[in-house]
């Protein structure tokens, strides 16, 4: 997360400059400094670098945002799970308040009767998917 935050602000550094660059390159085909085929070839490499820049800073926006949710799920279901450090019977109420779903699958060529051979159970918690 740390190494996602401080990509993203040199990112945005470097956008910062790019712009600097281009009102520095703006003023001086103003002023005469700066012919204009090499004007429009710098404004071309320019609007390219941006681009990727901000395609860049918009991705690692995403995957910030995907990590703080992820983050606060996990916070919310270990807050959840606390509440019930110590209990002697499962009830309703606290299987639909930690679990979102559970999945048996049969045992592959066992038939559905079939005892004493092993199935995969996938249990799929609240805010923190499936654990099997």
Do not use: C, W
């Amino acid at each position: 997360m740390s190494q996602m935050k401080s990509e993203l602000t040199a990112s945005r550094k470097q956008l910062a400059g790019l712009d600097a660059k281009l009102r520095r390159a703006y003023e001086d085909n103003l002023s005469g400094k700066l012919p204009d085929h090499i004007f429009t070839m710098l404004i071309g490499n320019y609007d390219e670098e941006k681009e990727t820049l901000q395609r860049t800073i918009r991705e690692l926006e995403k995957r910030i945002d995907a990590s703080n949710a992820a983050r606060s799920d996990v916070e919310r279901f270990s807050k959840l799970i606390q509440k019930y450090t110590s209990f002697e019977e499962l009830d309703s109420f606290m299987l639909h308040e930690l679990i979102e779903k559970i999945t048996i699958y049969e045992t592959p060529n066992m038939g559905r009767y079939r005892k004493g051979k092993e199935k995969i159970v996938t249990i799929y918690y609240k805010f923190v998917k499936a654990l099997q």
